[in-house]
């Protein structure tokens, strides 16, 4: 199997649902929706899903369950660790122009566990407060590949189900705490989504068809009831489904739907979902991701100093589409720097801890390029 370049447009439609969530005025058309919540899950259910095969592509391998264990954890260091650490330790240098409490509380961003303590403070903490879902994501990491590697086979199913049930379950008992959906057991259910995924990709190939239809009914069933709540709430026309999983549902749909059509030349395919600035958006999202809210912060205090100097600059630096759009432009060129001189060099040190995945070495490679 080829790399699925589609995954990559995935990720950069969520980011960037994230930025237009943040950058946009809560008071805007667009922020009538959850979208910025909408991206995050759709993050999740992907990285389930790639994480979870590269894990069972990996107990393929001839090497021991401790080395493969070595390898996974030395390989996502190397992915996520230069970057986030440069960022944090640049912010605490800079923390009396931050507007944050990156110094009082560094602690949780140096071990990522940034969203317990916004739980239980109850507040955000500005140009920092995405980075919950990187500790998700992290505290994820700390137990998934045990379970997967260690977990007999036939097993492995009942697991991803025991952990999409946990993160529902999680989800209605506390969906009275807006907070809640920030807490790692919350999102179990995008994890294990992406999960239950790969589990088919991998070890069910023939019954994916199968699985694409029930999630699409499932899918087209959720969608329904949120018609439902919008249209009919008062009446009580709807089961409360938590946003979190409706997101989960329809983003596993449309990822199962990338992989079987992979190949197609449909015009979803062709005029949207290969476009190369989509495609090159989704490579470099994690620099994206995590620069998003701490950027405007700085080009406005760098607007600010210019307008002293140059005071007729100030109805352009004031204007509301000049800000998005270069504050944008800024951000890409910043990912890409980000990836293309740190991020790549490090990357490239994954060589020295890869792991013969045996018999289907082509889907490894496509995994570990999307991860």
């Known amino acids: 199997m080829k790399y699925i370049k589609q995954l990559d447009s995935v990720r950069a439609i969520a980011v960037l649902l994230v930025i237009i969530s943040h950058w946009f005025p809560k008071t805007s058309l667009v922020n009538q929706f959850p979208i910025g919540v909408t991206g995050v899950n759709i993050f999740f259910v992907l990285s389930g899903f790639l994480i979870t095969s590269i894990l069972f592509q990996n107990r393929h391998s001839t090497a021991s369950s401790g080395r493969i264990i070595r390898s996974f954890y030395a390989r996502r260091i190397l992915r996520i660790f230069p970057i986030y650490y440069l960022t944090i330790f ?5 923390h009396n122009y ?9 602690i949780y961003y140096l071990t990522y566990t940034s969203n317990f303590n916004f739980f239980i403070r109850e507040e955000w903490d500005g140009m920092l407060s995405h980075l919950w879902s990187l500790a998700v994501e ?17 097993y492995l199913i009942h697991i991803i189900a025991l952990f999409i049930i946990i993160g529902l379950g999680s989800r ?6 807006e907070w809640s959906r920030i807490l790692t057991t919350t999102c179990f259910d995008s994890l294990g989504l992406g999960a239950l995924l790969s589990w088919f990709v991998i070890f069910k190939q023939e019954l994916l068809p199968r699985f694409y239809y ?12 949120l018609i439902g ?21 329809i ?7 990338i992989y079987l059509n992979r190949n197609s030349n449909s015009p979803g395919f062709t005029y ?17 991701y995590l620069f998003h809210k701490i950027l405007p912060s700085f080009t406005w205090m760098f607007r600010f100093k210019i307008q002293g100097f140059l005071p007729s600059l100030k109805p352009i630096f004031e204007n509301q589409n000049f800000i998005l759009i270069s504050d944008f432009i800024i951000l890409i060129l910043l990912a890409w720097a980000s990836y293309r001189f740190i991020e790549l060099p490090f990357l490239k040190l994954k060589r020295f801890f890869k792991l013969n995945p045996g018999k289907s070495k082509t889907l490894y490679e496509t995994t570990e390029k999307l991860s």
């Open 272 to 288: 949207f979902l290969n476009l190369p600035v989509l495609v090159n958006i989704g490579k470099i999202s994690y620099g994206i």
């Open 251 to 257: 983003a596993a749909w449309g990822i199962t739907y």
């Open 214 to 225: 029930w999630i699409r009914i499932v899918g087209i069933l959720v969608i329904g009831n």
């Open 229 to 249: 709540h919008l249209v009919f709430t008062e009446e009580g026309y709807w089961f409360p489904i938590p946003q979190g999983t409706v997101d989960s549902i």
């Open 138 to 154: 992290e505290q994820f990491y700390l137990f998934w590949p045990w379970l997967i590697i260690f977990t007999r086979k036939k």
């Open 172 to 177: 209605l008992l506390f969906h009275d705490d």
């Open 98 to 106: 931050t507007n944050t409490k990156i110094k009082e509380d560094f």
């Open 90 to 94: 640049s912010l605490l240098l800079l």
